[in-house]
């Protein structure tokens, strides 16, 4: 039990027991302490629920789900959970800035929740932001009301932003996604206007990536030996292309880090991936087809080839999720430097951190084609090594990511990436899924 809160005839009280997720119960106190509900609210089992007197209403509960670092609980997402069902009324990702690193703010948290008839406001050291709890009448109104006044004037970047975040708090995620990608892409769109919209992209694909997994197939060959950096040889491999805002990351997603710039990544000939994934009894098989109008990597020490162009490939075996890596965890990666070497490391391995002498093996192929501005990779992963059974099914999905890194100056200045978590600190709860098929 981490906190509890006693409110009329009711008592809250927030459980923490890892491995499991992080609880809030309701009980009845008339009723001798009989359950009347009991919902996971965390993200993982390394967050903390906090709710006070405060954040309770005759209506509703306001719960933060907070992560630790030096300075402190970080707040990560708030939720406005329903009194009589314990059902969620809605959930937001937050951000926040650091606190000063002295004795005195070391304990206290990053933010202060404010609730009022309808809603709540959380304050932070540098923003403050007022969510309301609408029914869902009121929200088709206000998307009515958007898609009217950008039906009037397609240029009103604003009421689009509206409209797509409108819709995302619908359920229409995929779909509020798109709309924000394509219109980070306008080219009226620049400056604050650009970086706040970039903010909202960046929440919303967050919150879609702990809700809804997004899938890579690695589908069964014969013999993936025969699979080179040639594309013909994957013919019949499934390609998933990534090129649009959607799957462009920052160094730093934080709207105040001054990363955030729409200069960094000017469209598909900048920085553009296509992925394919295949397995055989013995190995993983992946394929990245990158294309990229400058290729540079300045590192000389395998152990830094992901700071510059270069992939980075994350998994999470056994899908311990949370934030950093434990279990069956895995990070690598490969590079082709200025002056033409193939440099490959192993930093994470069965969820530890490794030192010196960690070349990947077997050894990547990096082929750079200057004429089609292209770079391919190949890697070949050992099943035994990642501890995979090559068996498909529902029940051999496993945690995946990848980030595609692309040094234009003197550092990587943006990424392409298959989810959150992939660039650090690593999240595991928020990698894709690989799931391994048989061919159709």
Known sequence: MTGLHVDGEDLYVTVQAPPQKPKLI????????????????AS?????LRLSPQTVTAGHLVVTESTWDPTGDKPSALALVDRKTGKLT????????????????????????????????????????AYLAQDARNLDELIASFADKVARNPKDLEARAKLAVKRFEKGERENALQELSALLG??????????????ELARMREEQARAKKRAFSFVRVPDGSKLDVSPDTWAGVPETVLQDW?????????????????SAWTGMDDLRVAFRGAYDER???????????????????ANCCDLGDSVKLVLDIDRAGGRGFRGEAFEMGACLNNSGAVLFWRWVEHGKYLGANAPLEPAPVVVRNEARKQTVYRFTLPLAYLRLKPEAGAAKRFGFSFAVNDQDDGEVTKSVCASPGALRPAIPSLFSEGILEEKK
């Open 44 to 48: 993982d089992p390394t967050s903390t």
């Open 246 to 262: 959607r799957d462009v990351h920052f160094p730093s997603d934080d709207p105040t880090s001054g990363a955030v710039r729409k």
């Open 186 to 199: 306008d080219p009226a769109l620049a400056g604050e206007a650009f970086v706040d919209i970039y903010a």
């Open 90 to 129: 809605w959930s937001a990702s937050l951000r926040s800035d650091q606190r000063p690193r002295d004795i005195d703010n070391m304990l206290q948290p990053a933010f202060r929740v404010q609730v009022f008839d309808g809603g709540v406001t959380v304050t932070e050291a540098r923003r403050r932001a």
């Open 26 to 41: 309701a009980f009845s106190i008339p009723k001798e302490g009989k359950i009347l509900w009991d919902v996971e609210l």
């Open 283 to 301: 190995n993983l098989y992946l394929l990245f087809v990158v294309g990229d109008d400058k290729h540079r990597n300045d590192a000389a020490d």
